[in-house]
């Protein structure tokens, strides 16, 4: 016997669905076959995964039912398997995978609320750092501060839809007063997904905060100040004020 | 300029007593826990979801850790493998240990992912001489990392390998044995795996290493009419009950712990559990002194 090749094998019956090789390591009964017994793992491995995955992606479950939402699961899991041992991790290109998954496809937005839901997944998960001091850069001599470039903070994300599915997700969070009949989804947004000292937060950034999500966005790409002034202008110092009060910006790097 | 990141002092005894009857810390009773501070000897924490530092949980955890003795349980060593050890992942569970000090690590006896893909469920391994010297080599360097014995665990199968030379028991004894670690004699599985595969669970109870034995877990499954499911589901059956008894009347004061993982109940429920567990051990150990 060789491990290595059983355990190749198993990986396949769990996660291809061809249980034919493994079976041939397994001892069968009257009871259940070693095909059956095989797809009790696999039965196991999508369980756990396919409720991992509801807890990460609960509107994403709603919008579509647990029975569509457990088949789209279990075709996710063959085509995904994870790679990480940590649980977390997993997930990723869910919102992906929705995007090119046929049955699917009549609900338009349906990727685009799980991508929310991985970014709010990931901000949840992400590390907790402090804001460094920003006063310490009025020590920086002019020319200085000109190649300063900055760090959003990680448990940040930015997400750009056609679609208003902040509103869709307000819509099933219990107690909500948004109801979805209500809403014209078919209207473009633009988020920040973000972790605030009372929890995760969805700011639309197009309405309440005019061109920050150009902003930030340039501030992810590491523009540094004289980069920044050049497209922000005026704008720049309250710009960067706002972001920092909020604690979006974590902190100062200089080239 | 930067970030800040420094290292984490909790305050903590540095070695904390292991006794009596625990449960598993779940994120449905953080908030009760946290307010309430039940009268619980310890807790085992899932290692594996506090592995990320900075996160939420992990600051729970810290300040959880000032209030309650731990344990540490994970499924993600995969130490029956053939892919080399995640070193990240040990490096990890190492740094968090560190900083929370647990009573002890434990994981399983089994393999949870093979040519770089993670089941996240506990795959039984042959019993065979070959995979014997492959786990002890395993178990041998994850100690050798961590810097202290750790906890292995007997897993709920629902299938048998036609490679395999012995019985599961005599397998589990040599493990240990070889690699000089402790088990975390799992009752539950013990008797579901008797189910399923049609074997004397007491046999397999006292053929166990007493010497060796940390802890006891106990948990429910779900009966599927062909074979048992080890879900964690369910509350503790009666002739697991039954079993344990006779584990407690064979090994005497092992710290035991209720496991429940899905349809958690509140936690009043599984504090029942735990306190139905210790029932049994003032009935039974006396007897035994």
């Not at chain 1, 075709?75 to 998954?101: C, H, M, N, R, W």
């Not at chain 1, 496809?105 to 839901?117: F, Q, R």
């Not at chain 2, 013990?190 to 106990?218: C, G, K």
Request: proline share 4%; net charge negative.
């Amino acid at each position: 016997m060789n491990l290595e090749e059983l355990q190749q094998d198993f990986i396949s019956a769990i996660f291809e669905k061809n249980n034919s090789t493994a079976a041939k390591h397994v001892t069968g009964d009257d009871r259940l076959t070693a095909e059956q017994r095989l797809g009790i793992y696999r039965g196991s491995v999508h369980g756990i995964l396919t409720s991992s995955l509801g807890v990460t992606f609960p509107v994403t479950k709603s919008l579509v039912g647990e029975k569509f939402f457990d088949h789209m699961c279990d075709v996710f899991i063959d085509k995904y398997p994870p790679t990480s041992p940590f649980f977390v991790k997993y997930g990723g290109a869910f919102s992906e995978f929705l995007e090119q998954f046929e049955p699917a496809k009549s609900i338009s937005y349906l990727s685009d609320v799980a991508a929310l839901e991985w970014a709010r997944h990931q901000v949840w998960h992400e590390v907790i750092l402090e804001s460094v001091d920003f006063s310490e850069m009025a020590s920086l001599t002019e020319e200085e501060q000109a190649t300063v470039w900055f760090e959003l903070k990680q448990s940040l994300r930015l997400i750009e839809s056609g679609y208003r599915i902040d509103l869709i997700w307000f819509a099933h969070q219990d107690g909500s007063e948004i109801k979805l009949e209500d809403v014209n989804i078919d209207e473009g947004v633009q988020l920040l997904i973000w972790k605030g000292t009372d929890g995760i937060k969805i700011t639309q950034l197009d309405t309440n905060y005019q061109d920050y999500w150009d902003f930030l966005t340039a501030i992810s790409e590491k523009n540094n100040i004289t980069q920044l002034a050049g497209k922000f202008g005026e704008h720049l110092p309250s710009h960067l004020n706002r972001c920092i009060q909020e604690g979006w910006i974590k902190s100062f790097n200089r080239n | 300029m930067g970030n800040q990141n420094s290292e984490k002092t909790i305050q903590t005894n540095a070695l904390p007593t292991i006794q009596g009857c625990g449960i598993g810390l779940r994120l449905e009773h953080f908030d009760e826990i946290k307010e309430q501070k039940p009268d619980i000897p310890w807790f085992e924490i899932l290692s594996d979801n506090y592995l990320i530092e900075g996160t939420s949980q992990r600051e729970y955890l810290y300040k959880f850790r000032e209030d309650y003795p731990v344990t540490f349980h994970g499924v993600g060593l995969s130490i029956g493998s053939t892919d080399p050890l995640n070193m990240d992942f040990l490096k990890s569970l190492k740094k968090l240990k560190d900083e929370v000090q647990p009573a002890w690590i434990s994981d399983h006896l089994c393999w949870t992912s093979a040519h770089g893909v993670v089941t996240h469920d506990l795959i039984p391994l042959p019993y065979t001489k070959s995979v014997i010297t492959h786990i002890v080599d395993r178990i041998k360097q994850v100690q050798d990392y961590l810097g202290e014995q750790i906890v292995i665990e007997n897993v709920s199968s629902y299938l048998q390998f036609k490679d395999s030379e012995m019985k599961e028991w005599d397998f589990i004894n040599e493990v240990t044995r070889k690699s000089d670690c402790k088990l975390l004699l799992d009752v539950n599985n013990i008797y579901v795996s008797s189910q399923n595969h049609l074997f004397d669970a007491d046999e397999y109870l006292y053929a166990m290493p007493q010497e060796r034995i940390a802890e006891m877990h106990l948990a429910g499954y779900e009966d599927h009419g062909t074979h048992l499911l080890d879900t964690h589901s369910r509350p503790v059956t009666d002739p697991v009950w039954d079993l344990f008894t006779k584990a407690v009347e064979h090994f005497g004061d092992v710290p035991v712990l209720i496991e429940w993982d899905s349809d958690i109940p509140s936690l009043q429920r599984v504090m029942e559990e735990a306190n139905k567990a210790k029932a049994i051990q003032q009935k039974v150990l006396p007897l035994c002194a």
